[in-house]
């Protein structure tokens, strides 16, 4: 089975604190995602990785940030968390066979409240 | 317009009956498709892929028109279980990247 792990479930900030959202899979799997989920507004794509130390945009970077120093991990970062970075946020995984068809998997999740 | 729209319901059906959700789509260049079940307050999991026409799972069917553009499911049977919001998903190409694009759920609620 697919692992994806995300290291908090349930985080509280404050503004402007740095905000460090780990994610972990164990599958071997290429590409790596992270989307944030709002209500009514459904899934969006903050930034993605294709392999180690590369990153590209998502449909809404700013404000945050990306490392993929191995395979295996994706780290989101907030740089300077903002009331309306409070949000659940979700980390994905996929294999680089056929990206037309590949399946994505998700972690559990992390609901951030920043204060 | 939203790239991928989806009734949020909630549809609201006794155990037994049989429910279908529709889903459009804008992006003609969506190559795969793909429904995942979405508990409350947990990840998203993938039920169905949709990559020619149609899939069958047991009580689950996903069907593509690509014509007009939209995908469907059909859950035949209603559990209680079965109680979850139901997200459409596209896999198109954008900007030379093959990138998710999320419906906003539609929520089913099946009653005993």
């Known amino acids: 089975d697919v692992k994806v792990t995300q290291s908090s479930r349930y985080l509280v900030k404050r503004t402007g604190e740095k905000v460090f959202l780990e994610c972990v899979q164990d599958m071997d799997h290429e590409n790596m995602f992270w989307y944030r989920q709002d209500p009514g507004l459904g899934l969006r794509l903050i930034y993605f990785s294709y392999d180690v130390k590369m990153k590209e945009k998502g449909d809404i970077p700013e404000g945050y940030s990306v490392s993929r120093e191995k395979k295996e991990r994706f780290s989101l970062i907030l740089e300077s968390a903002s009331t309306n970075q409070t949000s659940m946020y979700l980390c994905?995984?996929?294999?680089?066979?056929?990206?037309?068809?590949?399946?994505?998997?998700f972690g559990a999740g992390t609901r951030l409240s920043v204060l | 317009r939203k790239e991928v729209e989806q009734d949020p319901g909630p549809f609201n059906v006794p155990e037994g009956a049989t429910v279908a959700f529709n889903c459009t789509y804008s992006?003609?260049?969506?190559?795969?498709f793909f429904w995942y079940r979405q508990d409350c307050r947990k990840e998203p999991k993938l039920l169905m892929s949709v990559y020619s026409s149609g899939n069958e799972d047991g009580r689950f069917t996903a069907q593509l028109n690509r014509a007009s553009q939209y995908i469907s499911l059909l859950i035949r049977d209603s559990k209680l279980s079965d109680s979850a919001t139901y997200l459409c998903?596209?896999?198109?190409?954008?900007?030379?990247?093959?990138?998710?694009?999320f419906g906003t759920g539609t929520r089913l609620k099946v009653l005993a």
């Open positions: 992006n003609s260049a969506s190559q795969s």
């Open positions: 998903v596209v896999n198109a190409l954008n900007s030379g990247t093959y990138k998710y694009i």
């Open positions: 994905a995984s996929s294999t680089d066979d056929n990206l037309a068809k590949n399946i994505q998997y």
